[in-house]
């Protein structure tokens, strides 16, 4: 993201170029999470969250907390743009590393990875409405996280669910989904 936007501008740009809601990540708005976070442009339009989360991790060594893609509303698919927060700031700039030694390339097309230049409005550096715009940033990717770890526990607990099924019918799919009363 060239120069600096407000908090405001970007949910303008989110909208315009499609993010749903025009709302920008929450984390945007919270200088230190910010700090940890880049932008991607030139994106092949297939590109998975996953995908994007395997190779950033797989080719840069960097550890992903959230991958934020951005939509086009008319064609109903991601723009080649997203929003990426790591874990530590260290993850940037391998992230940078990646980018500044050209091998910032997926699926063969190569893409621009940039820092974030944010600035929330209305709020000075240490004021009060500051701590809280960033406070409200942290519950919020608090929520996610705890959102995510939920839903990974959920698939986790279903793939058990399904394993000790498969194991009870002798290995076998059959019957799993009928109460195994055929032929009785």
């Given at each position: 993201?060239?120069?600096?936007l407000?908090?405001?501008e970007l949910?303008e740009v989110?909208?315009?170029?499609?993010?749903?809601?025009?709302?920008?990540?929450?984390?945007?708005?919270?200088?230190?999470?910010?700090?940890k976070?880049?932008?991607?442009?030139?994106?092949?339009?297939?590109?998975t969250?996953?995908?994007l989360?395997?190779?950033?991790?797989?080719e840069?060594?960097?550890?992903?907390?959230?991958?934020?893609m951005?939509?086009?509303?008319t064609?109903?698919?991601p723009n080649?743009?997203c929003f990426?927060?790591?874990?530590?700031?260290?993850s940037?700039e391998?992230a940078?590393?990646?980018?500044?030694?050209g091998?910032?390339?997926?699926?063969?097309?190569?893409?621009?990875i940039?820092?974030?230049?944010?600035?929330v409005?209305?709020?000075s550096?240490g004021t009060?409405?500051?701590?809280?715009?960033?406070?409200?940033a942290?519950e919020e990717?608090?929520?996610?996280?705890?959102?995510?770890?939920?839903a990974q526990?959920?698939?986790?607990?279903a793939?058990?669910?399904?394993?000790n099924?498969?194991?009870?019918y002798?290995?076998?799919d059959?019957g799993?989904?009928?109460?195994?009363?055929?032929g009785?």
């Open positions: 993201v060239g120069g600096c407000t908090a405001s949910d989110m909208l315009g170029i499609g993010g749903g809601t025009g709302s920008a990540p929450s984390w945007l708005r919270d200088s230190d999470m910010r700090s976070g880049v932008y991607l442009s030139g994106l092949d339009g297939s590109i969250k996953d995908r989360e395997d190779f950033l991790e797989s840069g060594d960097a550890a992903v907390q959230e991958v934020v951005v939509w086009d509303r064609r109903k698919a080649g743009t990426v927060l790591f874990k530590d700031p260290d940037v391998k940078m590393n990646l980018y500044n030694t091998r910032a390339t997926i699926y063969g097309s190569p893409f621009i940039c820092t974030l230049n944010v600035r409005e209305g709020a550096e009060s409405a500051s701590a809280d715009v960033e406070t409200r942290k990717a608090q929520r996610k996280l705890d959102e995510k770890a939920m526990d959920l698939h986790a607990k793939m058990e669910k399904q394993k099924q498969k194991a009870a002798g290995g076998s059959m799993m989904s009928h109460g195994n009363t055929v009785r």
